[in-house]
């Protein structure tokens, strides 16, 4: 089995964790966290070993190391994830059983696919792509790295989201629209037309209150 350790001992990293039991493909070795007051302890039933350095200096010996960056912020994963690639370990990436995942699909290293959720004929996912659960990510879509759809996102075919892009709970992205890099959709909004980069937008049809 592959050895990981799971980036980030709280929330999505507990979900992270419980994803990686479902496979049964990886023998995780603990928790990295930057939170001091964690080093030490037991979460989700594994350690806390510190943060990536500290980490990779006792893990040197022993094989390869894989990692997964369990952190919902998208500007921090791509910190973290590049933290751990100096380390000289391996983006793992996560994908639960029920997901469905079309055999034409790309799903690049570090990303996360939720249960429940459905990635499509010929979409794209760069690296370090978060999908949370129950997501559907549409035929021939492209989402750039550090991208998140959060629980509920509906991301129709031909969408494209920007490195970055956030798009919260139970959006819908119509076909054929971009999202820029950075930007966020708020929870519920239908995007109708394209999101320019580093805008948040919101409402039905979402409207920029951030952002030019």
């Given amino acids: ?17 419980w994803v990686t039991q ?19 302890k037991n979460f989700q039933g594994l350690p806390v070993l510190g943060s990536v350095e500290v980490a990779a200096a006792s893990l040197k010996a022993g094989g390869p190391i894989w990692f997964h960056c369990g952190i919902g912020n998208n500007r921090n994963r791509q910190l ?5 690639g100096q380390a000289g370990w391996q983006a793992a990436t996560l994908i639960d059983p029920s997901a469905l995942v079309s055999p034409d699909a ?10 429940g959720s459905i990635v499509s004929v010929n979409a794209v996912l760069e690296t370090h792509v978060l999908i949370n659960q129950q997501c559907t990510i549409g035929h021939d879509s492209h989402l750039a790295n550090y991208a ?16 970055g892009a956030f798009i919260a709970s139970n959006a819908v992205i ?6 820029g890099a950075w930007a966020t959709v708020g929870a519920a909004s239908f995007v109708s037309q394209d999101i320019k980069a580093g805008v948040t937008a919101i409402g039905v049809p979402a409207r920029p209150i951030f952002g030019t």
């Fill in 1 to 17: 089995m592959k050895k990981l350790v799971l980036i980030g001992a709280s929330g999505f990293g507990s979900e992270a964790a």
């Fill in 22 to 40: 479902r496979m049964g493909e990886f023998q995780v070795l603990g928790f990295c966290d930057d939170d001091q007051t964690k080093c030490g």
């Fill in 80 to 84: 973290l994830a590049g933290r751990a």
């Fill in 106 to 115: 790309v799903i690049g290293p570090g990303c996360y696919v939720g249960a």
């Fill in 148 to 163: 998140q759809v959060c629980p509920g996102g509906r991301i129709s075919g031909n969408v494209r989201l920007g490195e």
């Fill in 174 to 179: 119509a076909p054929g629209r971009c999202v």
